[in-house]
């Protein structure tokens, strides 16, 4: 499988499969959605190629980072990457089942698999049928393993689709884990929602949820303003923190 190298922001350089799993607008949103905390220890579950841990370490977001990833094709991919762009003091890459990872961060942050185990037509390539089923473990064990990882007061951030917001929540609250921030991402402004961003945080008290106004990508065919803003700075500000 041939290999391209793609220029992402903040002179990051990625390096993929042609035909694998690619990298997209929810991995730059759950990047730029997660808080910058440099003094702060994180863990990536599911790292795929890298990317939003290595944007975070290129932006300073903490100290360190560990990036979990079951599948060793793609966590050699990312151990490149982190290489290529000499990261490797900031991010450590860990071929770890998630299931039976431990160990202490001060924030999670993670772009799991949508689709539940045996719903629709799986893809014939493992390593995107994994990528995209919960065939390594669903939500609830990412948010299992979450909890175990956080200290008291540490944050969750995780990428998902609307229609399978229910799930997502009660996963985390079920697990010691309470949301507080919410963002529903929208393609168009007269569109339904294709994306939430959900920040929690471990043992913090139930209720007082911000749901942020809404945020658009495009308008017309063209990007909106917050959007460039966002994709420019790396970075959620003003009515998408909580006040």
Request: glycine share 10%.
């Amino acid at each position: 499988m041939r290999e391209t190298v793609t220029r992402v922001n903040d002179g990051i350089e990625l390096i993929q499969k042609s035909g694998g799993q690619m990298f997209g607008t929810d991995a730059f949103l759950l990047y730029a959605f997660v808080r910058p905390t440099p003094k702060k220890k994180a863990v990536e579950l599911g790292a795929g190629s890298g990317i939003v841990s290595l944007l975070c370490a290129a932006k300073g977001k903490f100290s360190h980072i560990d990036a979990l990833e079951i599948q060793p094709e793609m966590a050699e991919i990312a151990r490149r990457n982190v290489d290529h762009n000499r990261l490797s003091d900031a991010v450590s890459v860990i071929g770890a089942d998630l299931r039976e990872y431990k160990g202490k961060a001060d924030a999670v942050f993670t772009n799991p698999p949508y689709i539940k185990y045996g719903a629709g037509v799986h893809n014939p390539d493992g390593v995107k049928n994994i990528s995209r089923r919960e065939v390594c473990g669903g939500i609830e064990d990412f948010a299992a393993c979450a909890s175990r990882l956080l200290s008291h007061g540490g944050y969750f951030y995780c990428v998902w689709r609307p229609d399978r917001l229910t799930d997502l929540l009660d996963a985390m609250r079920s697990r010691g884990i309470e949301p507080k921030r919410l963002i529903n991402v929208y393609p168009e402004p007269d569109a339904a929602p294709c994306l939430v961003l959900v920040e929690g945080r471990r043992g913090a008290n139930p209720g007082a949820l911000y749901i942020t106004p809404p945020f658009i990508l495009n308008r017309d065919g063209r990007p909106t303003e917050e959007c460039r803003e966002v994709y420019e700075r790396g970075e959620f500000g003003g009515r998408y923190l909580k006040p």
